[in-house]
Each structure stands twice: as C-alpha cells, then as structure tokens.
C-alpha cells in the first residue's frame, strides 16, 4: 500500500525556520514534490527531487530559503524553510509522481499519491 505521511508543521516567527518530514511507504517513484496551497487559492508546487539523479527544482519566491532532500535509507522526504514569510503560511503537502519531473513539472494531476497535509503558519 502506497502512503505518504508528512509531519513537522506548526507556527514560526517571520525569519523563522520549520523542517517538515514525509515518511513514505511503498516502491520509489521517480519524482518527490512539496507543495502548498493557502485558503482561498490553488495548490502550487513548492519544490521537487528527482530520484534518479537527485535534481532539484523550486518555486522562484522559495529558492535560496527552502531546501528539499530525501534520505533514501529512511524512505523519507525533507523540506526545510529557511527565512520564513508570512505569505509561506499554507497547508503542505507532499507527493509524488511516477514520470521524472522534466515530463510532470508541478502538474498537479501528475501526482497521484498526496499526503494528508501539514500547516505552516507565519507570522
């Protein structure tokens, strides 16, 4: 059974840092996302790796402040939020998706396993 499980969210201070963690469960997919969505507007991607050369991607409003990673021994998915904002505040979720991110990108429907999201809240 494919499972995504994130932890780690909360509240932070504006310059702030939080690490969230995804455990995942089942066989590896080619690509790991992070993404976000806040009340009242869509789900963006946030930032992405991509399993078989460890390529990273990231939303140009989070770059230079987040960092993904996964830990392949633990099966886990990593993002850390530097400098935080409050304009990061949202749910976040992460994903992942069987294409190699140069053929899904952030396409949402791309993605066909999500976790049961996480809050991050700036103030």
């Known amino acids: 059974h494919v499972q995504l499980v994130e932890s780690g969210g909360g509240s932070a201070l504006a310059g702030g840092s939080v690490r969230l963690s995804c455990a995942a469960s089942?066989?590896?997919?080619?690509?790991y996302s992070w993404f976000r969505q806040a009340p009242g507007q869509d789900r963006e991607g946030v930032a992405a790796?991509?399993?078989?050369?460890?390529?990273?991607y990231y939303l140009k409003s989070v770059e230079g402040r987040f960092t993904i990673s996964k830990d392949n021994a633990k099966n886990t998915l990593y993002l850390q939020m530097n400098s935080l904002k409050p304009e990061d505040t949202a749910m976040y979720y992460c994903?992942?998706?069987?294409?190699?991110?140069?053929?899904?990108?952030?396409?949402?429907?791309?993605?066909?396993?999500w976790g049961q999201g996480t809050q991050v809240t700036v103030s």
């Open positions: 994903a992942r998706a069987q294409s190699p991110f140069r053929s899904c990108g952030f396409a949402t429907r791309e993605f066909g396993v």
């Open positions: 790796i991509d399993s078989g050369d460890g390529s990273t």
């Open positions: 089942g066989y590896t997919f080619n690509t």
